[in-house]
């Protein structure tokens, strides 16, 4: 299932921050949202998981206005880990991850088989299969993010939002969410700041400045010195890693480039 967003405008009380995004994931591709803090990526994201309206323009999931869907039928096609994420829940974490399976059910419907296979399965590929009767309150940070990432796998949508979903994962737990992000493969979009991992993960990526996309393509034709110091205002050489030859991008992180231009 692709999505498309048509020249969006959104923002918050009455103010746009996204004005005029174009931007399209096609059918089990994985696009990555790259840009500076206040750029919009999360902004953008919210209106594909309908957390908020967008002020004009359109988000389609295969060529449907997301506006003529149902909460019901939205929830059975997409699913986020948003970045704002709950930490207040007095739940366990497999009753967390089974909300995931809540568009599935009839109203007061128990749990049923194929739903406990699922939340197990989503527990497992997370590797929070021994976690699961723990208070989710009780999670650390990145024990938190996996239970969410387990809900929204639990979900089995077709298409993946994810803002930042790398945020407080330790390394390995950054690998694994990649390598589980490519073996579960379908539509995503997903926010990152490394912009190594996203070079390794994403097919294209669009680069948020300002609200606007300034640059979409691979990570090879964005991910230039060049867009690094004007969109980021950094100094980085790009080259290839020595043991995937995936691009990557080597920073100065001792000279900051004059405040980048707008
Ligand atoms: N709930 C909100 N109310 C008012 N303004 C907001 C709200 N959320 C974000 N903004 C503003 O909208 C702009 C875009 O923010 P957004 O969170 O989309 O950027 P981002 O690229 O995801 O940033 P970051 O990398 O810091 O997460 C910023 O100027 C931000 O201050």
Do not use: W
Request: glycine content about 8%; overall charge neutral; charged content about 25%.
């Amino acid at each position: 299932m692709n999505v498309a967003i048509e020249d969006l405008h959104v923002g918050y009380a009455g103010r746009n921050v996204v004005a005029g995004v174009h931007l399209m994931a096609a059918s089990g591709e994985i696009a990555g949202l790259v840009g500076p803090n206040g750029s919009g990526k999360s902004t953008v994201l919210r209106t594909v998981y309908r957390h908020l309206r967008p002020t004009a323009g359109r988000v389609l999931l295969a060529g449907t206005d997301l506006r003529t869907l149902t909460p019901g039928q939205t929830a059975r096609q997409v699913a986020a880990l948003p970045q704002e994420r709950g930490s207040d829940f007095e739940l366990t974490v497999r009753e967390v991850v089974m909300m995931g399976r809540t568009p599935y059910k009839r109203a007061f419907a128990g749990d049923d088989h194929e739903d406990r296979e699922r939340v197990a399965h989503a527990l497992a590929a997370v590797g929070l299969a021994g976690h699961q009767a723990r208070r989710f309150s009780a999670l650390s940070g990145g024990e938190r993010q996996r239970a969410l990432l387990a809900r929204a796998f639990a979900q089995d949508p077709e298409v993946l939002v994810l803002d930042e979903p790398t945020n407080h994962l330790d390394i390995r737990h950054q690998v694994d969410l990649l390598t589980l992000l490519r073996d579960r493969r379908r539509t995503t979009l997903i926010s990152l700041h490394d912009l190594n991992a996203a070079a390794a993960l994403c097919d294209r990526l669009h680069v948020l400045h300002d609200g606007r996309v300034v640059a979409s393509g691979t990570p090879r034709e964005v991910l230039t010195p060049d867009l690094l110091a004007e969109v980021f205002g950094v100094r980085a050489a790009v080259t290839e890693h020595p043991l995937t030859g995936d691009l990557l991008i080597a920073y100065d992180h001792r000279a900051p480039l004059p405040a980048p231009c707008g």
